[in-house]
DNA sequence: TATGAATGAGGATTCATTCAT
DNA sequence: AATGAATGAATCCTCATTCAT
């Protein structure tokens, strides 16, 4: 019979969870430690782990959550709705998503370059399927000539890869852009390439 | 009065930057244990420290070679050449490079994603200069007609990340793709963006 | 201005005795957590020691309560009784403690093996002087030739060990017999042996 | 390919086996901490750790060659031999044993009283196994009637508890005798009790 | 009386690095 | 050029105890 979380034990579980971002986005996790997470927390180490088991629960905890975040604008994609737009929209919300959650994109990254050991399982199950409902929907849009002939699954690869490419390598990025905004011209940038590639001529 | 590096120096480093290569690409940085590079390079661990001062100088040295290697078909782009035909023979070695060589791309990534602390100043410095030399080409062609206008930092951009992707995400690629070969359909597909981009109407 | 104890408070007081008990006895003092003994005894662990000062306190309590008890059949032995019947009825009696309560007896087992830092002095006091008494009742028995002449400390240990054992070894007892039960066969042979030992020809 | 052990890694195993011996038997495995074996071994804590693996290891390889120690006795006993001679004799081993090395007793000790978890196999196996062997020897010198009828097993049960309680209750049993020496009477009051036990009248 | 929250003091273990040979 | 031995500095986690309510 689990208790219902109380106010305080919320904030904190919020607090900590936040803090983990944080540090888990910058450092990886084996690069992390409690201490770390729990100065940016602002709490005692033994407290973070009054509310997490260990250092691992709170970075799989960031990642559960992270997954549905990610996974969330692929659902809004309308069947019924117009192809084009739909994809650019769904583009674009990717792209804010690395604007505004940037820490959670570079979590993310860090995990599957380091072969996703702890969420395998998900990419090959929910993502996998959902990636194939999906390439249905494109397949019949391309099958009706509303846009043109693209494997699903590589156009998805190229959306998520250069969106979120803002947020993993912002450091390269701004680098090599200086002062001007990434965001402004990666929008239009990806949108012109999404366009050229599905109008059909 | 260095010595010149006996063949036996040079094996043994080249052993062991191999060993950290493959180490480091998996398991990040702080993630490695000079233990396992010296298990992977079948060599002792204070041997390795005789061949490299501390851990952190062998991710140092390979971070450098990488850089280098990284950055060289930036500069085989010919000014004088096709455009288009130039920037797709460019995407498709960056692809290439992807496939043959996925640990040195995480290996980087990793390292940008962490903020890239040990490469900012070749960022700042060489490739920044590099990318603004690159894209006085790029305007070149543009004003000539010869492609359409973009922007070309976000082109770069945008090439670097579709192609890092079937490296740097090869887990999830692959539960998404199931047994299919990711770079087959991946070049068709970089292709085909890329000339459509490119290629003016 | 001490409060009488009420009901309520009693009553834990005895459920948390329980659960040290059982706790304690599996695990040593050192071995076993207030978490344990909470769970066992299904209280919040700042209210155990609401009950009992410290973790200490707990254990000593157990201990104190556990000498008396060890203490009392020794004085139920009757100078004036039958010799035989009245050892024979103590060592009975002893085994009888160790089937009923085993867990009594491996706490104490365990304190004393490991020094008996926190009972010595009642080893040294009240034990010492009670088994000289004892002794003084043997050797009358002795001198009257009811029973045959017996070292009346080593007897008293000798008792104390084959009993205790069953308690103590019960895992590997256990192991041994494999399904028999081992008191049965147990009063019998000690029963043999202590009459064998003391009847004189 | 396991290389020998150098002398200085034989010599320092057996250092942290001696230390280990003399804590874990003192305190109990959860009681003990590296840090005592550490100080005790006069080596550093790491370094304890480079010969074994963990504090579990020391343990464990303390009780096995302790297991195999306690049985050797056994093995000894002639069944061609005198009976009650050959039990005696095994006896008296076993009352030395306790004399000599009263830190193997009582760390075996307390591994049985706490459940016996890392050698719960070893009993229901080999020493099940060497005791039913046992059992039919007695029962051969009791069918012949060499011996009085006892139970077998009870009888090697009243053995250990009885030899080996002067190392395990050692303080106790100070505490009782005072000044005297406990090993001289136990020697004389056990063989009386097992010869007055087995000799036929 | 009772408990959710919090923590200082350990405690086992890891690991880059140094030492001695 | 190579390695067995050794260690200081973390680092994760535990736990008895205290605090606040």
Do not use: C
């Amino acid at each position: 019979m689990e208790k219902t979380p109380s106010r305080i034990q919320k904030k904190n579980q919020a607090t900590i969870l936040a803090a983990g971002l944080e540090v888990f986005s910058q450092y990886g996790f084996r690069g992390s430690t409690l201490d770390q997470i729990a100065e940016t927390a602002g709490l005692s180490k033994p407290n973070i782990l009054y509310y997490f088991a260990s250092k691992d629960a709170i970075y799989v905890a960031l990642l559960s959550r992270l997954l549905a975040d990610w996974m969330k604008p692929v659902y809004e994609i309308n069947p019924a709705g117009d192809p084009v737009a739909e994809i650019l929209t769904y583009a674009k919300q990717k792209l804010e998503m690395s604007r505004l959650y940037p820490a959670e994109s570079r979590l993310f990254a860090n995990e599957i370059i380091q072969g996703a050991p702890r969420i395998m399982d998900v990419l090959s199950g929910e993502l996998h399927d959902t990636m194939q409902s999906l390439a249905k929907v494109i397949e019949g849009w391309i099958a009706k000539g509303d846009i043109r002939p693209v494997h699903p699954h590589h156009l998805f690869f190229s959306i998520w890869s250069m969106t979120q490419h803002y947020a993993d390598f912002d450091k390269q990025v701004r680098a090599v852009l200086g002062d001007e905004d990434p965001f402004v011209g990666a929008e239009a940038h990806i949108e012109d390439m999404i366009r050229r590639l599905l109008t059909p001529d």
